[in-house]
């Protein structure tokens, strides 16, 4: 039986982990779009200036959206077939963990040596999640073709490599959605 416990601890802990850095993601898209047309991108300067994150965090993000583009055979151009846009959301979030603990040493009531009642705690944590909006515009008619969103737990990162990644696995998590129908990993 302590076999399993063992066992069942690292488990759950790297559950805990992993679930705390995931990205949830969702798609939409025009389903009049002729996806198969875009071969070529521009940024959408308009746009990207409204996103309020700072300018350095708005680099990184294009820099991860270049990768990604390029590793998809999409090509910049400055005579674009598509527009890509950015915006950004954050939110606080507050857990609250109520915790019992169980009985006092002899349960409810009163003994001559001791007070027995429960043991109880709250523990509170606060944490910021982000969403990252990629927009897809048709350059041709300036509408929106394709939208996607990431919704994931950002951490106060003061390591420049760590900060670098996240986003790179922010923008990595979106983009998987585009093109529409493309098969994925």
Not at 1 to 30: G, R
Not at 46 to 74: H, P
Not at 121 to 146: C, F, H, M, P, Q
């Amino acid at each position: 039986m302590k076999n399993i416990k063992f066992l069942f601890l690292p488990a759950l802990m790297l559950f805990f982990i992993s679930s705390c850095t995931s990205i949830q993601v969702v798609s939409d898209y025009d389903k009049e779009a002729n996806f198969n047309s875009f071969k070529t991108y521009a940024f959408y300067k308009t746009g990207i200036d409204k996103a309020q994150i700072s300018d350095l965090d708005k680099k990184r993000i294009l820099k991860a959206i270049d990768t990604e583009m390029s590793a998809r055979g999409f090509i910049k151009s400055d005579d674009p077939d598509m527009l890509l846009s950015i915006f950004t959301k954050e939110k606080q979030q507050v857990d609250v963990y109520n915790n019992y603990w169980g009985g006092g040493y002899y349960g409810w009531g009163w003994h001559p040596y001791y007070w027995g009642g429960p043991w109880t705690g709250n523990n509170v944590s606060t944490r910021t999640e982000g969403s990252l909006y990629i927009d897809i515009i048709d350059a041709k008619n300036k509408e929106l073709v394709w939208q996607g969103r990431g919704v994931g737990t950002l951490h106060n990162i003061r390591n420049m490599e760590k900060k670098e990644q996240r986003i790179k696995e922010f923008v990595s998590e979106i983009l998987e959605a585009y093109p529409p129908g493309r098969s994925m990993k």
